[in-house]
């Protein structure tokens, strides 16, 4: 039988999934589940030393001689940090161990209770990874359990051989060993498609599916050449925003989830996710409510595990190039996935009918809409917010967005716009560079238009509602008091005197024919130029919902 602390089963679990088969343990009370554990498995030998320091070089000993990562086991307090020597050294040799520590709960750390010292990350340098992980109570914190897991585990059996720590604190009561079996644990593979064997493993994954979908989050621009992108997408269904893609179709992504949320006909049985961060909340929602059959595979030149599904299996390190490619080269493969990709273009020609035929009233999504179908050319840069911006660019730019996605702040949204305006200055290119920017990005970054001389290429379209529009989107937030004076921020600021004391050109927008006027100015003006368009909360909020209402029959 073994232990009842769910995070001592899911490790002992992934420790055998992952190859681990030799662990060096040593003596205590508060890592008793995790020896027991390992002494219960069949699938590990255990070998005991009492000294810690000594139990580090142990492991290092078995692992020169096995070329396989071993684990050392070691109690909470002064115990883990006497294997710092042999980590080191191991380390070193690029024969890296695994250090298991046992730990007290967090509450307890720094609060005069035995054994306890501040053991995540104390392992410093010497260790590539460190992960501490929860005492699951929900399956949130199990998947999140199991993640930590992975990735340390992921990390130590990576060509390079580091050590990597793996602290577990563990709650008392400490000795219940009720547990029949281990739990069957979700364990990520890492390949590359420079390995012949790994290579044909994905191939036959996307050989075999029928209902194959892409989903491409943030990337540089280019990363996916334009040419393998239309590829890819004409043999499965790729999801894509400007953030990630130039010169194509609207996706209508988040607008076709929308449409037919739930609808079980649209789940793929295998999602392959190229790049970082997306702006549609309703795609990551879409891609953690398939069920745990559909094989998720994520690809990545850094090889690093980024589960934004919740349920990745593999992890391949590749570019984002390289692996449109492969998918694109297998799903020709497959003529039982055609009516798969049929099915989602049929939708998405739905989804553009309605989207060209709703004529959104003056409000914010008026002003991005005839900027992005009227304005924007060939060769022009274009940098979005975040917030409200973003989202209104997912709906109409047909052309690659620069956005401060990685962590969605607010701050620094017009510095980095005037950052690449003044490179593409410098660099003589041709084409204007554009910011289109809500009213609280705007006076948050005010401090971008004077800490440099402003390039003559740079335009920016202000969003000005008077506070944080994003605000009035988020159900259930109405009902607070609070919304408008203190979430939103609420105020009747405007860009006029920022403008005239950095020299700007400033124009401004009230209604639809000031805004159509002021759009021309701004893309015909020859220097910095910023046009404030002054909307209402309530009409920016109507146009919004109206658009999305207008895409269910």
């Known amino acids: 039988m073994y232990s009842d602390k769910e995070n001592v089963n899911i490790l002992t679990s992934l420790l055998v999934a992952h190859g681990v088969r030799d662990i060096v343990v040593c003596p205590g ?10 002494n219960e498995c069949p699938d590990i030998t255990c070998f005991s030393a009492t000294d810690e320091r000594s139990a580090g070089f142990l492991a290092l000993g078995l692992r020169q001689q096995t070329g396989i990562p071993v684990a050392v086991c070691v109690t909470s307090g002064s115990a883990l940090l006497n294997v710092l020597p042999a980590v080191a050294e191991a380390t070193y040799q690029q024969q890296g161990i695994i250090v298991i520590s046992a730990d007290r709960p967090e509450a307890w750390i720094g609060q005069l209770d035995g054994q306890t010292v501040p053991q995540p990350g104390v392992l410093g340098t010497f260790s590539a990874k460190s992960v501490s992980l929860p005492e699951p109570c929900n399956n949130e914190q199990h998947w ?30 400490l000795f219940s060993f009720t547990t029949a079996c281990l739990p069957k644990e979700r364990v990520v593979r890492r390949m590359t498609l420079n390995n012949i064997e790994e290579q044909e493993a994905i191939a036959q994954i996307l050989t075999r599916a029928h209902r194959l979908m892409v989903v491409t989050g943030q990337m540089p621009s280019g990363s996916i050449s334009n040419k393998m992108m239309s590829r890819m997408a004409g043999e499965v269904p790729v999801a894509y925003e400007p953030l990630s893609a130039s010169d194509m179709p609207l996706s209508f992504i988040d607008q076709c989830l929308y449409a037919v949320e739930g609808d079980e006909a649209y789940f793929p049985d295998c999602v392959v996710y190229l790049g970082g961060n997306t702006i549609s909340k309703r795609l990551r929602r879409f891609l953690r409510s398939l069920p745990p059959s559909v094989v998720h595979i994520t690809a990545s030149s850094d090889g690093l595990l980024h589960d934004i599904s919740g349920n990745t299996a593999i992890v391949v390190k590749a570019s984002a190039e390289e692996m449109a490619a492969f998918v694109t080269e297998k799903a020709c493969c497959n003529e039982n996935r055609k009516e798969y990709h049929r099915l989602w273009a049929s939708l998405r020609e739905t989804i553009a009918a309605r989207h060209y035929a709703y004529a959104p009233r003056y409000s914010q999504m008026m002003a991005v809409k005839e900027f992005e179908e009227g304005i924007v ?44 305006a003044l490179s593409l200055l410098r660099s003589n290119a041709e084409g204007k560079v554009y910011c289109v920017i ?36 988020l159900k259930g937030l109405e009902k607070s008091d609070a919304r408008e004076r203190y979430i939103a921020a609420a105020h009747k600021a405007s860009a006029r005197g920022a403008c005239l004391q950095n020299g700007l050109k400033y124009l401004s927008a009230n209604d639809t024919t000031s805004l159509l006027n002021g759009l021309h100015e701004l893309s015909e003006s020859k220097g910095a130029t910023l046009l404030e368009v002054f909307t209402s909360p309530e009409d920016d909020e109507r146009a919004y919902k109206d658009y999305y209402l207008n895409l269910k029959p």
């Not at 999140?144 to 602290?167: D, G, Q, T, W």
């Not at 609280?440 to 800490?451: K, R």
């Open 144 to 173: 999140h359990c199991n993640r930590l897991v992975n990735e340390a585990l992921l990390e130590a059996c990576s060509p390079s051989s580091p050590s990597v720590h793996i602290n577990v604190p563990i709650s008392e009561p």
């Open 438 to 473: 809500g009213d609280l990005s705007f006076f948050y970054d005010n401090n971008a238009l004077w800490n440099v001389s402003l390039p003559s290429n740079l335009r920016i379209i202000l969003l000005n509602n008077g506070g944080g529009a994003i605000f009035r989107n």
């Open 377 to 420: 050319r060939a060769g022009d840069t274009v940098y979005y917010a975040n917030s409200m911006s973003i989202r209104l660019a997912a709906v109409y730019a047909r052309h690659y967005v620069f956005c401060n996605r990685g962590v969605n702040g607010i701050e620094g949204s017009m510095s980095v716009a005037v950052g690449g």
């Open 29 to 38: 009370s508060r890592n008793a589940p995790l020896v027991h554990n390992f």
